[in-house]
């Protein structure tokens, strides 16, 4: 997916200067090895992601990738979202250097199983099913027996936050997913 720069903070521009014989710091990013997607978008201009499995990297290019090697020349604006757009140049270095994304520099999203459960619940609200038939098929018909109604309300509220906060990602809070945990740089609403 093509994330634009106002979008992703981890989008690097890079100006992509035709490289001469035997250019020492020359890339050729048609022959990296991974997936390379490029959309053309005018004015010399092109939005690539490079991709190899569920890891990937978004770059803006000024100038074009498509022609044969470049140099690469890297632009980082502003101090708040510097950290991600650091990340992305030590995610290109590692390709570079050892052919494929570090996966170390990729590191496991803690919140994942929580956005599935957020959207599968939504999913099971959008197809018309109670709360109760959302948290049997999150939990299980057991546990759902069990505390759905006695002591604690527990599931019943997990569900209902579940629904809040899905409609909520799914209206504009996407967005801060590309943000990281720490929102030391707030996205643009």
């Known amino acids: 997916m093509f994330w634009a720069a106002s979008t992703d903070p981890h989008v690097v ?15 050729d990013f048609r022959q990296l090895g991974i997936s390379l997607l490029v959309r053309v978008a005018g004015d010399r201009r092109e939005a690539a992601l490079l991709r190899e499995g569920p890891y990937g990297l978004r770059l803006d290019i000024e100038g074009s990738i498509l022609a044969g090697p470049v140099v690469p020349r890297f632009t980082l604006t502003g101090i708040g979202s510097l950290g991600p ?3 992305t140049l030590q995610r290109l270095r590692g390709l570079l250097r050892r052919g494929h994304l570090p996966r170390s520099l990729y590191p496991r999203e803690l919140r994942a199983r ?29 546990a759902v027996l069990q505390s759905w109604r006695g002591a604690s309300d527990y599931l019943r509220l997990k569900v209902q936050r579940l629904l809040r906060d899905g409609r909520h990602m799914a209206g504009c809070g996407y967005r ?10 707030k996205p643009p609403m």
């Not at 521009?13 to 890339?27: I, Q």
């Not at 929580?114 to 057991?142: P, V």
Request: with cysteine.
């Open 13 to 27: 521009t890079l100006c992509a200067e035709p490289s001469g014989d035997g250019e020492r710091d020359a890339v």
């Open 85 to 87: 757009k650091l990340l």
């Open 114 to 142: 929580r956005w599935a459960e957020m959207f599968q619940a939504l999913d099971g609200a959008d197809a018309g099913a109670s709360h109760r038939e959302i948290a049997t098929a999150l939990y299980g018909a057991d």
């Open 176 to 185: 801060a997913i590309l943000w990281g945990p720490d929102h030391s740089a």
